[in-house]
Nanobody, 122 residues
Framework: QVQLAESGGGLVQAGGSLRLSCAAS????????MGWFRQAPGKEREFVAA???????YYTDSVKGRFTISRNNAKTMVDLQMNSLKLEDTAVYYCAATMRRAVVPVSGYEYWGQGTQVTVSS
């Protein structure tokens, strides 16, 4: 069993930065791809970014150039550095783990954290 716990959310002004972290415990995640998703009120959960076990990253178009996903060498932490935040980035952010190569579909992830709120104000 895998437990994921997000931290680092909060309130930030537009144009500011936040760094989210996801701590993994339980079984090793060395072979898992890790993803970040977000869900705004009244909207479906959507893919934000992912990193495969080999370190290759992938981002949704709306965050390219602003967000950076990374993981530590022990593969127990996954971070999401968010810069130049916009009002539309406001959401609950979740980290998740999957053994599948396809990292975009929500349904493909086996493990999820509880989420952390990110609120961007004007």
């Amino acid at each position: 069993q895998v437990q994921l716990a997000e931290s680092g959310g909060g309130l930030v002004q537009a144009g500011g930065s936040l760094r989210l972290s996801c701590a993994a415990s339980g079984r090793t995640l060395s072979t898992y791809a890790m993803g970040w998703f977000r869900q705004a009120p009244g909207k479906e959960r959507e893919f934000v970014a992912a990193i495969w076990s080999g370190g290759i990253t992938y981002y949704t178009d709306s965050v390219k150039g602003r967000f950076t996903i990374s993981r530590n060498n022990a593969k127990t932490m996954v971070d999401l550095q968010m810069n130049s935040l916009k009002l539309e980035d406001t959401a609950v952010y979740y980290c998740a783990a999957t053994m599948r190569r396809a990292v975009v579909p929500v349904s493909g992830y086996e493990y999820w954290g509880q989420g952390t709120q990110v609120t961007v104000s004007s």
